[in-house]
């Protein structure tokens, strides 16, 4: 039986695309590198930022970590709050709240970001635990996040068969079976269902009620 659900961020809880290809578009000018197709910047949604610049630009790690710095640089004044939620994700929160889920996030976005979003849509009360990255870089990958989640939540005495993590891409799939727990994936974000299905997801719905509906199976 699921006792606490861990949310993703960016594509489950929130339509974040605009903020952060943007942002990624204007550390790259700083660099010389002009993308003017934004659709192209979509793989930087979902696992951190460093790793992604060195891959797909070939950056090297000092490069990697200046060009973090700058995309921090538009997205702390303009980037963090070009985004939305996604239809039915409030509400549904809300309501597992009210009948007794511990409710947790976890999020590879820099935690100080992860507080100002959620305070901005008003839904921090719903919130048990806020868990995101570290902006030193220390905690970044999702298995590090949840990791710190659980240490944060080893007073509630729940047990890993107990937790669930909701998140949209294979990088959370794989993060919490690292992690031990087990995750539902979700198609409406920026993943795909296939790599949901192949990285291992206990199933992929297509809206909230689909989850709600799976989490009570479990």
């Known amino acids: 039986m699921i006792k606490a659900i861990l949310f993703d961020l960016d594509g489950t809880i929130i ?16 660099f010389g590198i002009d993308e003017p197709d934004l659709k192209k910047l979509l793989c930087f949604i979902g696992p951190p930022l460093e790793p992604v610049f060195r891959e797909k630009y070939g950056f090297d790690k000092d490069k990697a970590w200046q060009a973090v710095l700058k995309y921090r640089e538009r997205f702390d004044k303009t980037g963090i709050f070009e985004c939305e939620l996604y239809d039915g994700v409030a509400e549904t929160i809300r ?4 009948e007794g889920y511990v409710i947790a996030l976890a999020s590879s976005k820099p935690e100080t970001a992860c507080r100002r979003i959620l305070e901005h849509f008003s ?33 509630m005495q729940i047990t890993k ?9 294979e990088y959370d799939v794989i993060g919490a079976d690292q992690f031990g727990i087990r995750c539902i994936g979700v198609s409406y974000g920026f993943g795909k269902r296939e790599l949901l299905e192949r990285a291992g997801a206990y199933c992929v719905c297509d809206n909230m009620a689909e989850v709600v509906d799976a989490l009570q199976q479990m």
Do not use: W
């Open 123 to 155: 839904l921090t009360p719903y919130f048990d635990e806020i868990v995101g990255s570290t902006l030193d870089g220390s905690i970044s990958t999702k298995q590090q996040v949840l990791e710190e989640l659980g240490r944060r939540m080893e007073h």
């Open 161 to 169: 068969d107990q937790m669930c993590l909701i998140g949209d891409t």
């Open 15 to 30: 339509n974040s695309e605009e903020g952060i290809t943007k942002c990624v578009q204007y550390a790259l000018k700083s």
């Open 95 to 98: 309501e597992l709240k009210e």
